[in-house]
């Protein structure tokens, strides 16, 4: 059984898509996460792993009180991770985790590594590397980076060690965009010729647990090997799973369809996919340089190119049953 150079661990978003495989991850390593849950009926996806589960809200700043104490390593991807509008996930990107860090750091935490994304920068065609500025073009990359300068700024204040990783589209079995592609078909919302930065979750979360274990600390952005175009990335679910339908939406019809549901999404307390921002996302072009952070940590890609994570992510899918958090309208 590996060596737990971690101590007692905090992992926040482990009823989501990567918390989830971070849990599954550390529970190999013969590690007992705590794992905060916010809807106790979500709680019980958690059934197989071996895990503390401990009641909290990152709007709750009491409650984060009791869920950090006694814990060394903080891994922190809880919020509301949907691409709507800054004031929406504001609250829980940026106050939330502001909450968190500061009760970690009242608390004695040594080490907070945090699941930032890869939206904090703009449109362009070059591989994006550590020294690329950040200069977010939507609501959730805007409150990513916010939240980024709030972790750094308690992290210089109080010695903590605090990692930040830029993630890109990370891919899997309980993503939701596998969820739709389980169901045969996928709407895109754009021509699909766009350059994005793609990983597999197991890579994802191994990244996570990497920079912990090493102490690494910074921020930087990682990817899989080679970024690939929606329309490849599409090609090549199809070719694996024939009986798979992509259609393509024009980007100007989204963006007009999405802007006209806006003041009906706003009735709803649930998030939505539906957003200009996630169209606006889904179109940037954020390719990562081969290796950043990688070589830094000593590892390789588990899975380096969609070609073999992709499959991968498929056969995980057979007989599975997954609700993504986004679509779970219970509690």
């Not at 971690?6 to 989501?16: C, I, K, P, R, Y």
């Not at 709007?59 to 903080?74: C, F, K, N, Y």
């Not at 930065?197 to 899989?224: F, I, K, N, Q, Y």
């Not at 989204?254 to 802007?259: E, M, R």
């Amino acid at each position: 059984m590996p060596m737990n150079n971690l101590g007692t661990v905090l992992v926040t978003g482990a009823t989501g898509f990567i918390g989830y495989e971070l849990a599954r991850q550390l529970g190999d390593r013969g590690i007992k996460p705590r794992l905060l849950v916010r809807r106790p009926l979500r709680a019980a996806i958690l059934g197989s792993l071996t895990a503390e589960l401990i009641q909290g809200d990152l709007e709750s700043a009491t409650s984060l009180q009791r869920v950090v104490a006694g814990v060394d390593t903080v891994f922190h991807l809880g919020a509301r991770a949907i691409f709507e509008e800054y004031h929406l996930v504001r609250p829980t990107i940026v106050d939330g985790t502001a909450a968190l860090i500061k009760a970690a750091a009242a608390g004695g935490v040594q080490r907070f590594v945090y699941s930032s994304s890869l939206l904090v920068y703009p449109d362009q065609r070059e591989s994006i590397d550590e020294g690329t500025p950040a200069r977010p073009r939507v609501g959730y990359g805007e409150a990513k980076l916010e939240a980024e300068a709030v972790l750094s700024q308690v992290a210089e204040q109080t010695g903590m060690k605090l990692a930040i990783v830029r993630l890109p589209h990370v891919y899997g079995a309980r993503d939701l965009m596998f969820n739709q592609i389980r169901q045969g078909r996928v709407a895109f919302p754009g021509d699909g010729k766009n350059l994005f930065a793609h990983m597999h979750v197991e890579d994802a979360a191994r990244v996570l647990l990497a920079v912990a274990d090493r102490g690494w600390t910074g921020v930087s952005p990682v990817a899989d090997d080679v970024p690939m175009d929606w329309n490849l990335f599409f090609a090549v679910i199809k070719e694996h799973y024939p009986r798979f339908r992509y259609f393509g939406v024009p980007k100007w019809a989204a963006l007009i369809g999405t802007h006209a549901m806006t003041p009906y999404r706003r009735l709803s307390r649930y998030p939505s996919l539906y957003t200009p921002d996630a169209v606006l996302s889904w179109n940037l072009n954020i390719p990562v340089k081969k290796g950043v952070l990688w070589n830094k940590l000593g590892l390789k890609p588990t899975y380096p190119t969609v070609y073999q994570g992709i499959p991968a992510a498929l056969d995980d899918s057979i007989a599975f049953r997954w609700i993504h958090p986004i679509e779970d309208r219970m509690g």
